[in-house]
């Protein structure tokens, strides 16, 4: 499959199914991309299905069985579209907030390997009906927990703003949670003591209906 370069072979692209719920159009929206006047579209359109449908099938299809609609926020970013957001960031600009082309392959950038060979791929995502539960400082760790325990992904990273969070799915998944929501840091990640077993008595509640 070739990059689309028309409108037509765009919106085909666009129909292609990822999973159930999902559509790769749901994901190539950009702000930065309308803003800027930039066409937000993979060079290798089949790698980017390919590491999008994995994302879809098994991180947000069941956080959207479990949770109800989940909405994306930001998702599939071309290489042009990235760095310049990165570079932007680099000014100090406001509103941009990307890492360098390098470290968001196999993330945000779903069609380019990483380093190591592998393929990935990350979709910022809010849970609505998590947020109107429990929208106190903290709260985001409950969540967490539940992801942590329930699906294979690789990094999450939340926000403050709606309890967004990056969550990436990875060949050679990190198993990591970091936040810049109170209280920021990193949660969790391999030889942490807390990494290990069932962390039910954090999340009972958010799937208890109490």
Known sequence: MRKP?????LAEFGRERLSKSFFMRDF?????????????VPDDPELAIAAGTRLCEELLEP???????????????????????????????????????????????????DAGGHMGATACI?????????????DWQKLA???????????????????????QWHEQPERRIDSYAEPKGCLTKPGMANHAG????EWRMIVSGA
Request: proline share 3%; aromatic share 14%; glycine share 6%.
């Open 5 to 9: 370069t028309s409108v037509a072979k």
């Open 63 to 113: 956080l959207q069985d479990k949770f109800g609609r989940i909405a994306i926020r930001s998702a599939y970013r071309s290489k042009e579209v990235n760095a310049l957001g990165n570079e932007m960031q680099r000014q100090g600009k406001a509103g941009y907030s990307c890492a360098s082309n390098e470290a968001n392959y196999a993330a945000h950038i779903w069609d380019e390997r």
């Open 145 to 167: 927990w539940w992801i942590h325990d329930h699906l294979p992904y690789s990094s999450l990273y939340f926000f403050k703003e709606l309890w967004a969070f990056n969550i």
């Open 28 to 40: 190539l929206f950009s702000d930065i991309a309308a803003i800027h006047g930039l066409a937000n």
């Open 198 to 201: 069932s962390h039910e008595s």
């Open 126 to 138: 809010v849970v609505p009906s998590f947020l109107d539960r429990f929208p106190q400082d903290g």
